[in-house]
């Protein structure tokens, strides 16, 4: 029996797959725990419409990395913190700290989960920072530390 599952089946399928099982699985175990309908003409529909949303969303996501990258690729963002007559600074920079001087300085608001340093930034200086915008878009941040 042709069957669309409604959530992840271990060894059988994942969420919104089309699968072939035995009428007795999906009776007795499928249909039971609400775990897949049967692929019927309405439901394949349903599935059909539901993935071209998903489809739809995905490249929205898609565009919106698009224009922040366009807008952040050829920024430098400017810190100022305490520093040591040597400079080193007292502490270190951190994803939070860029993020926070990002959206100040530029109005481009960027989780802080998505920044990540090659390094710790503990000394005045350039450096660079990644951010992963989306799972296909991804940007180098150039940053400037000033001693305060």
């Known amino acids: 029996m042709k069957v669309i599952l409604l959530g992840d089946v271990k060894n059988i399928g994942k969420k919104d797959e089309i699968i072939n099982a035995s009428d007795g699985y999906v009776k007795n175990f499928l249909f039971p725990k609400n775990l897949a309908v049967?692929?019927?003409?309405?439901?394949?529909?349903?599935?059909k419409a539901k993935q071209?949303?998903?489809?739809?969303?995905?490249?929205?996501l898609l565009d919106e990395a698009k224009e922040i990258y366009e807008k952040i690729k050829d920024i430098v963002?400017?810190?100022?913190?305490?520093?040591?007559?040597?400079?080193?600074?007292?502490?270190?920079?951190?994803?939070?700290?860029?993020?926070?001087?990002?959206?100040?300085?530029?109005?481009?608001?960027i989780d802080k989960k998505k920044?990540?340093?090659?390094?710790?930034?503990?000394?005045?200086?350039?450096?660079?920072?990644?951010?992963?915008?989306?799972?296909?878009v991804n940007v180098s941040l150039k940053i400037k530390v000033n001693s305060a």
């Open 115 to 136: 920044i990540s340093l090659k390094r710790d930034i503990k000394a005045i200086g350039e450096f660079s920072a990644d951010i992963k915008l989306h799972s296909k």
């Open 52 to 60: 071209t949303k998903i489809k739809e969303e995905e490249q929205k």
């Open 38 to 47: 049967e692929a019927n003409h309405q439901n394949l529909q349903k599935l």
């Open 77 to 109: 963002v400017v810190i100022n913190a305490k520093s040591g007559e040597s400079g080193k600074l007292f502490g270190a920079i951190t994803n939070k700290e860029i993020s926070s001087a990002l959206n100040e300085q530029a109005n481009i608001n």
